[in-house]
């Protein structure tokens, strides 16, 4: 009698038909003897078609409504799939994050979890029901409703599994899987079966859209098993966190490609205290991610600041950055769009050298130039030309002796 | 600042350009000085095509689940009216149905209000915010959603008009206010600028498809004025429950008919006590509403028992029914769905003597055959063919001097 916490993406539930496949699986594991909590996404395109909704009205919708709104998407898909899974037999409860006891701060559209109370889902699942709760969202101690941002569902299904003690937090989606590398990039990449968190969080960090790094690190925090399997197929999936990673088979776990780049620089910026913080405590107020940030030497007192954000957030960063960049008397903000990030992820890298060297002399080799370098204990990312991203994957994965 | 409570119903807010209609008018009020409360049905076909995604899932969706599917819907249309008002530059808070404090029993898809806790709207309208509130739902104690069933939008807005001591209820809706007869049949109808709460349930139950009888006996009870109007123009609609009805300028006030009819008629029923209860009581448990009910006299200790239900419910009447009629022996339940009711209402007719036989003639001379009569104070009903009906509306809005 296992306590499983299952979530379904937006795709494995985006139709009528899919709706009672997944109440089909839910099924078997409940006719197996598994106690089940299941979190659901929106309906496929639903969010983007609120949105649009909402868009029609303003160019600006008001947080706390649009969250509101949005809220809706995942109440639809959750009381659907209880009805599929009553039709079929099986004793079932829909609640919305409010009802599930998931409590938020009251940042709208990028609420955090701050609690959760999981009497009612205990109550349910003792008088024998499957659970299926609306992810992406919470309330605050107002009853307002609030949505958790990307990555918002897995967060939903590890937070769950984390105050419910699950043994595991199972999350399906239409990938089956870790890859050492896209496999769309590298037909030779291969199904990792184990990750720790610490990997996963720089791949999902550097670009593999498996999973959030945010339910990851959620994961890590209370030491929640995460497997990442197919809600399409049996495959067995990868497991995060789960396994023993005393012993590395290889120091090198995957590649990571990230084309979501948009690279900002400040020029002119002079070479004084306090400078980087009133440039980027606008952006963290506004709940923009900044990474791979880099200041050149000082010349003259004038230095080039630059970092790189999600495509989508570059309009509105230079929006706050070019009034800021003005105030300080630097002369230009610019930013463009065709770099892209690769990286090269393992926990074994922090323990052996010569895995930057072989990295940069692999790119070397493919003609690709490195126009950035960050790393971690067990990340290195170059950035380079979003065009050499094909030929630099494949490099690297045969650099790194990645084929399965 | 008079305060008033506003009702659009789901085809004011049917697309993004009428919710924005909508929006401009609750502006103009706002300019005007007024305090707006505002309920919203779901926008167009909303309802029935999340219910009919429902079936996709199951033949018989389990109530609760169907219940916080259904919810959804209004509060699409409440966050994007608040959207499109603050982007005019009107602020306004929209509000769940919970949020708003309306308490239900747990009596799913056709919830009764229990309590409306008005603190939130008050601190909200104290604010200066336009309140929208999703109509037709509300939360048990359980937090769990329920939705109001028939007549909900409207008696979200009395209710909260009450709750608010509002001075008046506004229900904006796609006709312009109540007529002597529907116009689509009597082009001679004419609009009443008032009518009293008794004449328009009346009206209302017996065919006047403008307000749910519901509503209307919510406001009788807590004596909220009620204006119909319509959302598309700046006619002024009719008043209910506000005028003095003092002196009846007319004492027929319409004429109202329902083609929404099903008669059932349970043969060869033993003539004993308790046997009515038997029948209804099961109806009235499963929520079914029945209404003209007749018992012939007895033959033999044997009597038919008729009785009429909306033709929507008319399958489940008679499943219902029909092992009741065997368990006490009588030989078969009949259901046909060829007749209609057409009424003759008004609060003048009770002080005065011979309006039914005013009513028989004419539809005798319209060579129109009665099947079965039924009678209030303010009301004379009969049930003829449904073919008929046109025929006999425009007869007896001659007959009493309806004519504008």
Chains 1, 2 share one sequence.
Not at 100 to 105: E, R
Not at 226 to 238: D, K, M, Q, R
Not at 246 to 267: F, L, P, S, W
């Amino acid at each position: 009698m296992a306590l499983i916490v299952q979530k379904y993406g937006g795709t494995s539930v985006g139709s009528a038909d899919r709706i009672r496949a997944v109440a089909a699986r839910i099924a078997r594991r409940v006719q197996a003897g598994d106690r089940l909590v299941v979190v659901v996404s929106a309906m496929g395109d639903t969010t983007d078609e609120l949105l649009a909704l909402a868009r029609e009205m303003t160019d600006a919708p008001e947080e706390r409504e649009l969250d509101l709104l949005l809220s809706t998407g995942e109440i639809v898909s959750s009381t659907l799939l209880a009805m599929a899974l009553k039709h079929s037999g099986h004793p079932a409860l829909a609640l919305s994050g409010a009802q599930a006891g998931i409590g938020t701060d009251r940042r709208y559209g990028r609420a955090r979890i701050l609690k959760v109370d999981p009497q009612r889902i205990e109550a349910a699942l003792a008088a024998g029901n499957v659970v299926i709760v609306a992810g992406f969202q919470g309330t605050t101690e107002e009853l307002d409703v609030t949505t958790l941002g990307r990555g918002g569902s897995d967060t939903t299904a590890v937070a769950l599994a984390a105050a419910l003690k699950a043994e595991r937090c199972e999350i399906y989606t239409d990938v089956d899987g870790i890859y050492t590398a896209d496999p769309r990039i590298e037909p030779a990449a291969s199904k990792l079966e184990a990750v720790s968190y610490e990997e996963m969080l720089e791949l999902a960090s550097y670009g593999a859209k498996v999973m959030h790094p945010r339910a990851v690190e959620l994961g890590a925090v209370f030491n929640v098993p995460i497997l990442v399997a197919s809600s399409f197929s049996e495959a067995p999936g990868t497991l995060i966190g789960g396994a023993s990673m005393m012993e590395q088979r290889n120091k090198v776990t995957g590649i990571a490609a990230d084309t979501d780049v948009a690279r900002i620089t400040v020029r002119g910026v002079p070479d004084q205290p306090g400078i980087a913080a009133r440039l980027f405590e606008p952006l963290a107020e506004a709940g923009i991610s900044v990474d791979t940030i880099v200041q050149n030497a000082s010349v003259e007192r004038l230095t080039d600041l630059t970092f790189t954000v999600a495509r989508a957030e570059m309009e509105r960063a230079l929006q706050i950055v070019r009034p800021v960049a003005a105030a300080i008397g630097a002369p230009e903000a610019l930013a463009d769009t065709h770099l892209a990030k690769v990286s090269v992820v393992g926990a074994g890298m922090q323990s052996g050298p010569g895995y930057a060297s072989r990295m940069f002399r692999t790119l070397y080799e493919a003609g690709i130039n490195i126009e950035l370098i960050t790393t971690s204990e067990i990340r290195i990312t170059c950035l380079i030309d979003g065009e050499k991203v094909p030929v630099a994957v494949r490099a690297l994965h045969k650099a790194f002796e990645l084929e399965g």
